[in-house]
């Protein structure tokens, strides 16, 4: 079955310690995005990836980092969370750039700040 | 820059009213236009798309028609379900493809 798995899907932490969330697509698909959802903002992009290591800043890329080191796994790494990035986060693929409208979304991770 | 802008909700209706939902953007050039649904607890799925101007797109009872003179997108259908009751958001890519934009969302409540 095509699809984008994401993992944890609820993750509650405390204000500075670092995590990972984990995307990973079994399409073989080259461009990868990871988004968050905001009440009122609807999606906005975070990062996104046309291929193994390409990545490249989208809307709001401030205290988040991405790595593309294999074609199917996307991780979306914070640093050091702050209250502020407490979302939804959504990450996603399509086969290339030129088909995002065909996007494939993971299930979501709800992340809390504390 | 581009945008998009939906009519503020929620909405509720009950079954088998229609529905409408506004939904209007603002682009250079002509990009392509997309409704998508999320259903609670679950990701965005592609409901429908149109790629040129007059160009309607449907699925499962939705439409939606490209209007360039109004830059509009106005989702509709006829007759809702309790079913389709998730938030939709209305969208478009850029010509360049960039990235796809999004609304901020309408969520649909129906009501048996």
């Known amino acids: 079955e095509a699809q984008v798995t994401q993992n944890p899907r609820y993750l509650i932490t405390v204000t500075g310690k670092k995590l990972t969330v984990t995307c990973s697509q079994n399409?073989?698909?080259?461009?990868m995005s990871w988004y968050r959802q905001d009440p009122g903002l609807g999606l906005r992009q975070i990062y996104y990836s046309m291929n193994v290591e390409v990545t490249d800043k989208g809307d709001v890329p401030e205290g988040y980092k991405v790595s593309r080191k294999e074609k199917r796994n996307f991780p979306l790494i914070l640093e050091s969370p702050s209250p502020n990035q407490t979302s939804l986060y959504f990450c996603?693929?399509?086969?290339?750039?030129?088909?995002?409208?065909?996007?494939?979304f993971g299930p979501g991770t709800r992340l809390l700040v504390l | 820059g581009n945008s998009v802008t939906q009519m503020e909700g929620p909405v509720t209706l009950s079954e088998e009213a229609f529905l409408t939902i506004n939904c209007t953007y603002t682009?250079?050039?002509?990009?392509?236009l997309f409704w998508y649904v999320q259903y609670p607890g679950e990701g965005l799925q592609l409901l429908l798309k149109?790629?040129?101007?007059?160009d309607k797109g449907s699925n499962k009872g939705f439409e939606a028609t490209y209007r360039k003179e109004t830059t509009s997108f106005h989702l509709e259908k006829g007759s809702v379900q309790v079913s389709d009751s998730a938030v939709y958001f209305c969208a478009l890519l850029e010509t360049s493809y960039d990235k796809v934009i999004f609304g901020p969302g309408t969520s649909l409540s129906v009501i048996p």
């Open positions: 149109a790629t040129k101007a007059d």
């Open positions: 399409m073989n698909h080259e461009y």
């Open positions: 996603a693929s399509s086969r290339d750039r030129g088909y995002q409208e065909t996007q494939y």
């Open positions: 682009a250079t050039g002509y990009p392509s």
